[in-house]
Nanobody, 128 residues
Framework: QVQLVESGGGLVQAGGSLRLSCAASGRTFSSYGMGWFRQAPGKEREFVTAISGSGYSTFYADSVKGRFTISRDNAKNTVYLQMNSLKPEDTAVYYC?????????????????????WGQGTQVTVSS
């Protein structure tokens, strides 16, 4: 069982930056692929970015590529999402998720079905 707790959300002006953190419980954090998803009001949850257990492989949605960076610190059981050049359309609740093999794999990391554990979400609001 893995528990995930996100933090770092808030209100920021367009063009600004935020860094989200997701702290995970458990002793085998490095065996989990981690992802960030977001859900805006009235829209479906969408993939933002993912990172492999080792941290060597990362993946991004086209809409955030070049602006967002995912990273992880396995010694601290934490994954981060650095968000720069924020736009109003980035406004959403951001969710951290964890999954491990065989359910999670690099090819399937963009699908929410690959993840077994989810955080409660943190609100990010970008004003224009």
């Amino acid at each position: 069982q893995v528990q995930l707790v996100e933090s770092g959300g808030g209100l920021v002006q367009a063009g600004g930056s935020l860094r989200l953190s997701c702290a995970a419980s458990g002793r085998t954090f490095s065996s989990y692929g981690m992802g960030w998803f977001r859900q805006a009001p009235g829209k479906e949850r969408e993939f933002v970015t993912a990172i492999s257990g080792s941290g060597y492989s990362t993946f991004y949605a086209d809409s955030v590529k070049g602006r967002f960076t995912i990273s992880r610190d396995n010694a601290k059981n934490t994954v981060y999402l650095q968000m720069n050049s924020l736009k109003p359309e980035d406004t959403a609740v951001y969710y951290c998720a964890a999954g491990n093999a065989p359910r999670w794999s690099i090819p399937g990391s963009r699908s929410s079905k690959s993840y077994s554990y989810w955080g409660q979400g943190t609100q990010v609001t970008v004003s224009s």
